[in-house]
């Protein structure tokens, strides 16, 4: 790999230890996958930061790094914590667990890192631009960031992102580089050129994600304008059933203007269809079990925005939720700060649900509490539930996952009617 | 016994009996770093142990964070000894080049073979895996 002086500098120690060492490393894998050279980045992000998924050797390594001097050269954020950052004792967290959250928090403090706990930080002020080198992990940050906004990053993967932060350079190959990034599989809507539902979204994600494997696919036939936050779940569960880094939407991703411009230079590879059958098959996949009293009703993966809680709070209708079932919402500080001044917070807590802070029920002890059904409007939590929480799952719409609050069991929601295909409005619940 | 070449991934050599897939696998959610067993109950070797074995799948999938259980696992003694893929992506090769880095545990990685390892290899097959050579040699 030619490098430049600076990084042979940082290479021979001379920025200090951990420099040296996050540069021997990002070299090694940078010569494994046949990168010429590495690519200055403008921002990195961490998902070596929830204990519950680090364990151990995650918390020797930061500490290790911070020992060693490790400062962040380029702007780095954080994934989400272990625990909710502020009531993790109310979240039954335990100490032990708690302890080593709370050591990872502080080595990462210590190199300087920006403390957002967040899967979005593209969503929070730290998003990158149409073409720019990014060094990121967070399998649904990476994939969104790729297809929606046209940045560019390969997902990256936990120690590595610490030490591109540390560096400010990552290997490049892969997504770094336009010949990579076109299509090579055709995915065809047809679903009689009807719009997505909301609940949807996360449903082709989840069939993309396991069909596409590391194939860049472009979906053609998307009707209407899909929000931000329906993009956000369909992409965190395509990014959990598969690898997938990148999809091209055709008139969404800024590198798919049209069919043609997604395909660049390479040929058509395979062509796969989604129907109104595909579409219920895969639905049916996300449930483990088809019906059940539900303990929890868990909402935010990726974090929820301000409008996804707007829209439970108004769903609610100002009913409460069922006496031995919880509705719990992981968002961000940002948006939690937001609802407390909106008021909405304190309405949602009213009514008996609560709102947790940088963490998500993936990643926090979820399962200290002994629940037995979980149900939830992401894609993602569907996939990973079963083992991060250990607990049966089923997948519904935010509406559906209301009335279950509400009753304590699936129930069909009253809004059933304003869900019927071709109605624009239809689903936005 | 035969020889197959392919691309190393990671350095390393070493040897087991195989454990093999056609599906997808992610080490999150898929793996207890604490026993080597399989958790994804949504997999089809749910209950079997990657501990010493050669784990044979077709790619990675899900996760980002998969480095740091392969890390753990390096950590609590239950890697796999080798792995073999169609298309080994960077989570699994940088995840091969920090157990080595941070816990001193070498897990060779190879994809690109000349065969399909998924339809060529079986389940218990002794498997040697030279990464660092670029070959397997698979025996019965």
Known sequence: MILTQEEEAMLRGDEGEAAKLAMEILVKVGEKFGAKRLVPVASAHIVLAMYKSIFDAGVEVCEKFAAMGARFRVPTTLDPSGMDT????????????????????????????????????????????FGEHVGWTESSAVAFINSVLGARSNRETAVLDVCIGITGRTPEYGLHLQENRYGKALVKMEIGGRMLQTWEYPVLGYFLGKTLGSEIGVVEGLVGSPKMDELKSMLAAAAATGPLAMVHLVGITPEARTRAEAFGPNHLERTVTVTEETLKTTRAEMCTVKSAKIDLVALGCPHYSIAEIQNVVKLLAGRKVAANTELWIYTTKQVRDLADRMGIMAELLGLGGKIATETCMLISPVETWGFKTLMTDSGKCSYYAPVQCKTDVIFGSAAECVEAAVNGRVVAPQQAKSRLPGDPEGGRA | MKTFKGKGVTDGKNAGPALVTGQMFGF?????????????QRHELY????????????????STVGAAIILELARCGNAPAAIINHHTEGILAAGGILADKFYNTKLPIIDGLEIDPITEIKTGDWVEVDATAGFITVGK
């Not at chain 1, 004792?89 to 080595?107: C, H």
């Not at chain 1, 190199?111 to 979005?120: K, N, Q, R, V």
């Open chain 1, 86 to 129: 502020q009531k993790w004792r109310e979240f039954k967290t335990p100490d032990a667990y708690a302890e080593k959250q709370l050591r990872v928090a502080k080595a990462y403090e210590q190199m300087g890192a920006i403390m957002s706990w967040t899967c979005l930080p593209h969503f929070t002020g730290s998003a990158p631009r």
């Open chain 2, 28 to 40: 999150w959610g898929g793996v207890d770093p604490a026993t080597g067993i399989i958790i994804d």
């Open chain 2, 47 to 62: 209950g079997q142990s990657i501990k010493g074995k050669v784990f044979v799948f077709p790619e990675g999938r899900g």
